[in-house]
Structures are given as C-alpha cells and as structure tokens.
C-alpha cells in the first residue's frame, strides 16, 4: 500500500482525505525499510516525526527503571502510528517503537504536518480524527485494564484485535493487558 492510497482509506479514520489533497499530502512523507529487530524510535532519544506503516508491523512499549517493557500499543500495516504529541514530550519519546517484521515506514515532520494542518481544513479534519481514534483506544484500553479481570481481558482483547493474537508474541500481549506470560499461557490454555 501506498502512502496516497492509506490516507483515502475508508475505516482508517471518518474523515479520509479525498484523492487530490492525498497526493498533495502523501509527496511529503518519506518511505524507508527498517528490518525486524530495529526502532523506528528509542524511548528517551528526541522524536519530532510522524509515522505510518505501511506494510509490516510494530510495537509501542515503554521501558522501566529495571529494564522490564509494557507494550502500549500495537501497529499493523497498513496504519498510522500512535501521532507525536500523544507519544513525546518536549521533542522526547516517551516510548519505544520496536519493529518486529520487517517494515515500511513512512516519516513526516510534525511540524510539517502541524503546517499542512493549519492551511488545510481538509487535511485538519483527517489528522484530528487520528487523534480523536487514539485518544478512545486508550481510554478504552486504561478501562479494561482497571475494569476487567484477566479472562475477561483476553476475550475483550480478542474482541478488539482478532488476528492480533497469531501476529504477535504472547510476552507483549500479557504485558498489554497487565497480566504476567504465565498467566496469559493459562487464561489461553483455559478458554480454548
């Protein structure tokens, strides 16, 4: 996929751009290949990018003072990744944004886009409706954590990402759902 094609993509946001504002966006963002294993982005190291995915797939997760992750989010291609300022703070990330497949990823400047974004109603529209998303992700998902036990965690996880559970290791998904590898283990051994 395209970057033109995911910014008109239907479901991705209720606001995609139509197919001229597309082109005209999409000639900003810059495409690379980051192989499986590598960051798109270190928690702590300065971050002043937007990014998608175009195919491949990601993880957010934020690191402790004793070196243990917390997966916060999950990026299958194609999508937009989790925007800037939901992600840093003053320039600084606040997460790590492991790739684990290999990854298209493409890359804008915040400001850039802030730009766009100011004398473009349309393109406006589209990137507050991404953080408008984001924002009920984590909301929904702090709600789930503080509300639901661990079964109920899982099938609300299975719910929400269908294929997620196949597409990524379990240590990330126990951890995105508050809950220990082992427990996960036998909540899934359980429900089956």
Not at 6 to 20: Q, S
Not at 35 to 48: T, Y
Not at 116 to 137: D, K, P, S, T
């Amino acid at each position: 996929m395209n970057v033109a094609s995911l910014l008109t993509k239907t479901g991705l946001t209720e606001t995609p751009v139509d197919n001229g504002k597309a082109t005209m966006l999409a000639e900003r963002w810059m495409p690379r290949h980051i192989s499986k294993g590598g960051f798109l982005v270190r928690q702590g190291d300065e971050d002043a990018f937007e990014y998608m995915i175009l195919s491949g797939s990601a993880v957010s997760h934020i690191s402790d003072a004793e070196g243990r992750n917390v997966c916060v989010a999950f990026h299958l291609g194609p999508s937009i990744i989790t925007p800037n300022i939901a992600r840093q703070r003053a320039q600084t990330s606040l997460v790590n944004i492991e790739i684990v497949s290999d990854a298209l990823i493409a890359s804008m400047p915040s400001k850039e886009l802030l730009a766009l974004m100011v004398a473009n109603e349309e393109v406006r529209e589209w990137a507050n409706a991404i953080l408008r998303n984001e924002i009920g992700f984590k909301a929904e998902r702090e709600w789930c954590l503080a509300a639901l036990g661990g079964a109920d965690r899982l099938d609300w996880f299975r719910g929400r990402y269908p294929n997620l559970e196949n597409l990524f290791g379990h240590a990330y998904i126990a951890s995105f759902l508050g809950l220990t590898p082992v427990t996960l283990s036998r909540l899934r051994n359980r429900i089956r």
